[in-house]
């Protein structure tokens, strides 16, 4: 809906501006989420769990059954409007123009950013929802509804952050079992901090030799664990991530990406009129397979 008096190279510079700005911008949330292209005001994600094992043939047709896991998720919509005056386009201050159409093009990437971490660091409250199996994300009586493995499995942790309570979480993790009942294996090698923890992160991630014993035996997870960290986390939160599997904890549900949607004149306002640039997207952020992540403390 670009307005016809709006100049043809105004439009262009800003839908170009901003598009760059979005694509030059690199930040850690998509280590922790993954973005699913949504064809509708609503979907139903659906998942089939996870496929059976082998089993014995001894004739005849053993079918084995899916686990099918459905959650509804629906975008909301967010904009940012800028706009320059008719005045500093005469004085040839197009320019002023770029910086704030490549301020909004970093931003809606930071926004993105900020709600993932924010997501993840409510995920043992449902302030943003809850988990495809009615539990908090983090939570102690995970258990999918006609699955093999029906005793309640925990991905909620009490512990502050050291290298021993770092292991107790990381082995806890190992013994994660999938609806099929069989360990799901999942390669956790991500430590989400608070920059409060970064001291401690730093010597489990990179230290080779165990920082809080006398004789300095070897840290197995250095090399092996990377962090990132977030101001968005409780000062003292911290959670162990499989960030390298197919899918992620966090589901970035985006119906439409951010780009200009409109631009207007308005020829009363100050300064010989304005010329208004609303840029808008549609997306919200929801919980993926609670296995993928474990929770440390908050």
Same mark, same amino acid.
């Given at each position: ?9 105004? +439009?262009? $510079? !800003?839908? *170009?501006? &901003? ?81 704030? +159409?490549? $301020? !909004?093009? *970093?931003? &809606? ?190």
């Amino acid at each position: 809906m670009i307005s016809g008096n709006v100049p043809k190279h105004l +439009v262009s $510079g !800003a839908r *170009t501006g &901003f598009l760059v700005a979005m694509r030059s911008i690199s930040l850690p949330w998509q280590k922790v989420a993954m973005v699913h292209n949504m064809d509708g005001k609503t979907t139903d994600l659906v998942d089939l769990g996870a496929s059976p094992m082998p089993v014995k043939s001894i004739g005849g047709l053993q079918s084995q059954d899916f686990i099918e896991k459905t959650m509804e998720v629906r975008p909301e919509d967010w904009e940012i409007v800028v706009w320059i005056s008719q005045n500093a386009i005469d004085d040839d201050r197009t320019g002023d123009l770029q910086r704030k +159409v490549k $301020g !909004a093009g *970093t931003n &809606f990437q930071r926004h993105i950013n900020k709600r993932v971490f924010q997501v993840l660091n409510a995920g043992d409250s449902q302030t943003y929802g809850a988990c495809y199996d009615s539990q908090d994300f983090f939570d102690s009586d995970h258990a999918d509804a006609g699955a093999a493995y029906q005793t309640s499995q925990d991905n909620e942790n009490a512990l502050t952050l050291s290298i021993d309570n770092f292991e107790t979480v990381f082995v806890a993790a190992q013994a994660f079992k999938n609806d099929q009942g069989e360990n799901v294996e999942y390669q956790y090698d991500l430590l989400v901090i608070n920059p409060a923890n970064e001291r401690v992160a730093v010597q489990i991630c990179k230290n080779e030799n165990s920082y809080d014993t006398g004789n300095r035996e070897k840290n197995p997870y250095a090399g092996e664990i990377t962090y990132i960290k977030s101001a968005e986390l409780d000062s003292t939160a911290w959670h162990l991530i499989a960030s390298n599997e197919g899918i992620k904890p966090i589901i970035v549900a985006m119906r439409k990406q951010p780009q200009l949607q409109d631009a207007w004149f308005d020829p009363v306002a100050a300064d010989g009129g304005r010329h208004y640039f609303k840029f808008f997207a549609r997306y919200e952020m929801y919980y993926g397979d609670w296995r993928l992540a474990s929770q440390g403390n908050t």
